[in-house]
């Protein structure tokens, strides 16, 4: 648990924008709370891989929400069990479970159906609020840790500066 809130934190204090954070997290939220082993969710991959989002963030968001899945499947399974019960969506079902391609994004699944259609319900509410929330904490947060006496002078110290040339040298191989 530390271990992914020191992975956080990097990222948070990362050069990214914080619309490529907020993206990646949201992508890893539809794929950390649906099966992961779906097609829609090569869909995922490949739109945070062409978007050019934070890779680390979108890991992250998939580790977070895949735990925070096996809470929500009882939800999930009422949600989808709802949608796929609807009468007025039985004959648009009929025709995509006789559709072969379609039958493979296994979309009968009512815990799939009920988790992909929250994740895509909260994806955009999600993804402006982590957007807002993300500049927030640099705005105010990160400005003050930056201006405390340890941070000052861990940044002064030699120490420092000579993982700072290290951390350059890394950055360009």
Known sequence: MLKLL???LKVLNSEAEPGQISLAICLGMIAGLTP????HNII???LALALRVNLSAFILGVAFFSGAAYALDPAFHAIGSRVLNAQSLEGSFTTMYNNPLIRLTRFNNTILMGSLLASIAAFVPMALALNVLIRKYRQHVLEWVKKTR???????SKLFGIYQRVNIWGDRS
């Open 6 to 8: 020191a992975k956080l």
């Open 36 to 39: 992961l082993m779906s097609l």
């Open 44 to 46: 995922v991959l490949f």
């Open 150 to 156: 340890v941070v000052q002078i861990i940044k002064g």
